[in-house]
């Protein structure tokens, strides 16, 4: 009796797996595709930054108007956005604050927003630097304001 051969043939042809050849087409494909994707997730990436951004700067603007409600004036360039965590000692009995939930945040590229009073076309404006963390720019790194 003898024992019966377990064979690996498919159709006639012995399966020995991806040949070189096959294995380099795949990985062109892949490769190009990545390329395609690529850039094109990443811009998302930035964009998603700035509106980030924009949406953090309307934040501190209804919080900068509620302060103006209670006090009567927005806070001085010396007490900063600052004033909207703390009682400045010039605000008086009619702070009602804190008028925001959490902290000052940072912009989404790490840097601290700028408070200027006056703006340059309201009372005041609040600035985002962009990417670069430097004035002007296009693109991620061009400045982003509330007015």
Do not use: C
């Not at 087409?25 to 509106?51: N, R």
């Not at 603007?61 to 209670?70: G, Q, V």
Request: net charge neutral.
């Amino acid at each position: 009796m003898q024992a019966a051969k377990i064979q690996s043939n498919i159709g006639g042809r012995r399966a020995q797996g991806f040949t070189l050849l096959e294995l380099l087409v795949v990985i062109v494909i892949i490769g190009l595709l990545a390329a395609y994707v690529g850039p094109k997730y990443f811009s998302q990436l930035g964009k998603s930054e700035v509106t980030v951004a924009k949406a953090q700067i309307e934040a501190f603007e209804k919080s900068l108007d509620t302060y103006r409600l209670d006090v009567g004036r927005y806070p001085t360039a010396e007490e900063g956005l600052n004033a909207l965590l703390t009682a400045p000692a010039t605000a008086g009995a009619k702070w009602n604050g804190p008028y925001l939930k959490k902290g000052i945040p940072l912009d989404p590229w790490g840097h601290a927003y700028l408070y200027r009073v006056p703006g340059a076309k309201a009372e005041y404006e609040i600035v985002s630097l962009g990417k670069d963390g430097q004035p002007g720019g296009e693109g991620e790194n061009a400045d982003i304001t509330s007015q």
